[in-house]
């Protein structure tokens, strides 16, 4: 089970104020009546052994809690708002076994809530709370568990109708409301993403030292890992990519388990999580340490569009705008290296450059390495705006056909940086990472 940091971990927790405040913007923009926020519960892998447990993004980001089976509860009235935990009860044997539990009492006066009650008291106290709301605003469809239990509620305040008590006549998707406010990070998430950053770029750099050609692919994501625990992550954020070669062509790759050749590149795309926030990098290389010409080649073009993606990433800006400033950064390269013919503006017409750059150039970051927001407003690209996180990430893969030159065939580049909107364009928390040919062969000729 995930425990708040402690004052001695090398990244401090979020203060309760910071959730407070949280929930008090929820409310504001949710309007009267009852919303409901459950996390996630321990899964079993095999047997009696489970997952190690990860909490819900949205109900850790409202409340700070990191146990497992428990459920937020707001009650939006006109002049005052109640915020509500249920949570496991207190329980000395089974902490025997399986560690500390804070129980209601406990978690109430910690984490800075109204009241807090036992999560077996949740169906009877549930009904009670929304009799004569207005609303529900509740993630529809999420956990179609949790809809049914919502529905098994509903049921029970409409059959007591004849006593006066009306029930809720509406549910609201909370999802769109929740979503917003997660995607402008503040200050104290600011913190922990730089954290994250740094502890990744070190951990690839790590990995670059260590790439021999003999090597199992497994091995580069175990000096990964290694390196995220040591300095105090302990998990990472998402299954770790370690592509050599032909692998490297393919996008979401995870065996990992090749032996990687000399004269071959790998490409890592790896991050660790800190305190539920991620950091996302992928950064490709020679496994011996040097570039061939065509290698060299091909990844220049693909860090010049993540540059021309970085001059386009500034608040006024649209979210699109850095991913149309790569592509077209990508398609001269392809025409460059005569893998495809015709001008630049037919190329991107016809989409035919989709043969080596088939996906978007980022995503939003945060509490998920692909995090929550909408990309597009009323059918338009949203404008960027300070605080926004996000990742840019072109890529080039040349896979054998009739169009592509022998010393082209198997080269797979993606580099991927994470950034923060800022007032006045952006900041680079992953630079720490080498990128550029000279920087990531002089780092590997340490070794």
Known sequence: MIQPLSATHPVAAQPIAAHKARRAQLAERLGPGVAIIPTTGEIARNA????????????????????????????????????????????????????????????????????????????????QLLGNQPAIHFALGADTRWDMRLSGWLNKVRSLVRTGVQAPSRVNELRAVLNELRLVKDEHEFAILRAAGRINAAAHQRAMRFARPGQMEYELEAEILHDYYRQGSRFPAYSSIVASGPNACVLHYGENNRRMQNGELVLIDAGCEINGYASDITRTFPVNGTFTPAQKAVYEITLAAMQAAFDAAKPGNTWNMPHDAATRVLIDGMRELKL????????????????????????????????????????????????????????????????????????????????????????????????????????????
Request: aromatic residues 14%; charged residues 30%; contains cysteine.
């Open 48 to 127: 009696d052994s489970t997952y190690p447990f990860r909490f819900d993004s949205g109900f850790f980001y409202l409340t700070g809690f990191t146990e497992p089976d428990a459920v937020f509860v707001q009650v939006i009235g006109a002049d005052r708002v109640e915020n509500i935990l249920f949570c496991r009860e207190k329980d000395e044997e089974r902490e025997i076994w399986d560690g500390y539990r804070y129980g209601p009492d406990a978690a109430r006066e910690a984490f800075g809530f109204d009241a807090a009650y036992p999560i077996d008291e949740l169906d009877e106290r549930l009904p």
């Open 340 to 447: 495809l013919t015709g001008s630049a503006d037919e190329i991107l017409e016809n989409g035919s450059y989709k043969q080596f750059y088939m996906h978007r150039t980022g995503h939003w970051m945060g509490l998920d390495v692909h995090d929550v927001g909408d990309y597009q407003v009323n059918g338009q690209w949203r404008t960027l705006a300070p605080g926004m996180v996000f990742t840019v990430e072109p890529g080039f893969y040349i896979r054998p056909a009739a169009n592509v030159p022998k010393e082209f065939e198997h080269i797979g580049i993606r580099i991927e940086d994470d950034l923060i909107i800022t007032a006045d364009g952006h900041e680079n928390l992953t630079a720490a990472c080498p990128k550029d040919v000279a920087g990531i062969e002089a780092l590997m000729a340490e070794r």
